[in-house]
């Protein structure tokens, strides 16, 4: 099936994978901040993350999830499922106290999770998804990160 958008507009799929990409980044800096027993930076850098993934998951949950729950209400269920055990693992974590240990643990999680958004929600949101839904999600998401965003002290996504 075609795409429904214009080609000049970024696609759901490049544009959520880019988030995941930055929320890994996010966790990068987090480690590198625990390398150097820097425990402010690790409390700042978990801090963001938190709220980046609370917007990812708000604008998947708000503007994807409805568009293909008549369609598909059992993708709809999965995907809800996993951002409740997320938002629950994360819940239980103190920010204080977060060890690389439960941080290689939480971005083995979100790889897993977002590896499944791949294959069975962001393929069909660019073929099938409401022009409307389209636009609120990047609007919500925010911008891509530029190109070159490993260039200034980020060197890339956690292995
Ligand atoms: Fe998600
Ligand atoms: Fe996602």
Avoid: C
Avoid at 32 to 45: K, L, N, P, T
Avoid at 76 to 87: P, S, T
């Amino acid at each position: 099936m075609a795409a429904l958008h214009a080609p000049e507009e970024p696609s759901v799929r490049a544009h959520l994978s880019s988030d995941h990409v930055e929320l890994e980044r996010t966790l990068e800096r987090l480690i590198e901040a625990f390398e150097v027993e820097d425990r402010e930076g690790v409390s700042a850098a978990w801090t963001g993350f938190e709220h980046r993934l609370a917007a990812h998951f708000d604008a998947e949950e708000q503007l994807l999830i409805p568009a293909i729950l008549p369609g598909n209400p059992r993708v709809a269920a999965a995907i809800l499922a996993e951002h409740r055990h997320l938002r629950a693992r994360l819940a239980e974590i103190d920010p204080g106290r977060v060890s690389l240990r439960i941080v290689r643990a939480v971005i083995d999680e979100l790889r897993a999770h977002a590896a499944h958004e791949d294959r069975v929600l962001y393929v069909w949101a660019d073929e099938a998804a409401p022009e409307s839904a389209r636009s609120s999600l990047f609007q919500a998401v925010g911008p891509l990160p530029s190109p070159d965003s490993s260039a200034s002290g980020r060197t890339g996504v956690v292995k």
